[in-house]
């Protein structure tokens, strides 16, 4: 089993700046793949940005590239979204998630997910 706890959302208004945190534990946590996702009301859960705890490659979906950074820091099994330039449509529930192996896109392939942080942006 491995928890997921996110924390640091929030309200800002455009332009802002908000940093999400994710604190995993539980089994092993080393050997699975994280990732973000957002689901904004009425709408699917969709990627975000995703890493592995010992790979180097970081993946973002199209939407936050440029945006939004995600990182990692090991000694506290902790993942981050630093999230920069924020507009009104990146106003959702963020996830964070972990599956093991790598990263992938799907959510339905994730196994573990956390209860979700929002994530408001006013105009």
């Known amino acids: 089993q491995v928890q997921l706890v996110e924390s640091g959302g929030g309200l800002v208004q455009a332009g802002g700046s908000l940093r999400l945190s994710c604190a995993a534990s539980?089994?092993?946590?080393?050997?699975?793949?994280m990732g973000w996702f957002r689901q904004a009301p009425g709408k699917e859960r969709k990627f975000v940005a995703g890493l592995t705890w010992n790979g180097p490659t970081i993946y973002y979906g199209d939407d936050v590239q440029g945006r939004f950074t995600i990182s990692r820091e090991n000694a506290k099994n902790t993942v981050y979204l630093q999230m920069n330039s924020l507009k009104p449509e990146d106003t959702a529930v963020y996830y964070c998630?972990?599956?093991?192996?790598?990263?992938?896109?799907?959510?339905?392939?994730?196994?573990?997910w956390g209860q979700g942080t929002q994530v408001t942006v006013s105009a």
């Open positions: 998630a972990a599956r093991q192996g790598v990263v992938v896109y799907t959510t339905s392939r994730y196994d573990y």
């Open positions: 539980g089994r092993t946590v080393s050997s699975y793949a």
